[in-house]
């Protein structure tokens, strides 16, 4: 019996562009040729925010272009956490949020470490002027959601 081919003549389940959507993700997103995530509209405050970011910087900023999730994801990109606030990349992430400069900003919050003082800090990916930023924060840095 031969194996079943999609629409690209690829075996069903190797083709990137036939895969089921991951849960909490849609087929089509947006990008930027600078950025580093990918947002579910040109409307996101994060992606603004990154433009506007660029500009602050003298860098030039591009128009969103409207790709499928695979491009996106084939390029390196991850998910922007405010467009996206119920994908989880793996079964271990847990939302959280994250103080910054004084303001709570949604996270994710992907491993707990205890530092030699004893004291818990976990590993979180959140939105900062438009960037994705991962790093280490201290547990009252955090907070469940």
């Given at each position: 019996?031969?194996?079943?081919?999609?629409?690209?003549?690829l075996?069903?389940?190797?083709?990137?562009?036939?895969?089921p959507v991951?849960?909490?993700l849609?087929?089509?997103?947006?990008?930027t040729?600078?950025?580093?995530?990918?947002?579910?509209?040109?409307?996101?405050?994060?992606?603004?925010?990154?433009?506007?970011?660029?500009r602050?910087?003298?860098?030039?900023?591009?128009?969103p272009?409207?790709?499928?999730?695979?491009v996106?994801?084939?390029?390196?990109?991850g998910?922007?956490?405010?467009?996206f606030?119920?994908f989880?990349p793996?079964a271990?992430?847990?939302?959280?949020?994250?103080l910054?400069?004084?303001?709570?900003v949604p996270?994710?919050?992907?491993?707990?470490?205890?530092?030699a003082d004893?004291?818990?800090?976990?590993?979180?990916?959140?939105?900062?002027?438009?960037?994705?930023?991962?790093?280490?924060?201290?547990?009252?840095e955090?907070?469940?959601?």
């Open positions: 019996m031969a194996d079943e081919r999609c629409v690209h003549d075996v069903v389940g190797q083709c990137t562009e036939c895969a991951p849960r909490g849609t087929a089509r997103v947006f990008i040729q600078g950025g580093s995530v990918f947002h579910r509209s040109t409307e996101c405050e994060a992606l603004r925010d990154g433009q506007r970011k660029a602050r910087f003298g860098r030039d900023t591009h128009d272009r409207n790709v499928a999730l695979s996106a994801m084939a390029d390196g990109r998910a922007c956490i405010p467009c606030p119920d989880r793996s271990d992430t847990k939302p959280c949020q994250v910054i400069e004084g303001n709570w996270g994710l919050l992907t491993e707990w470490r205890r530092d004893r004291r818990w800090s976990g590993v979180v990916t959140y939105i900062v002027d438009g960037e994705q930023v991962t790093g280490v924060k201290d547990q009252t955090l907070r469940p959601v």
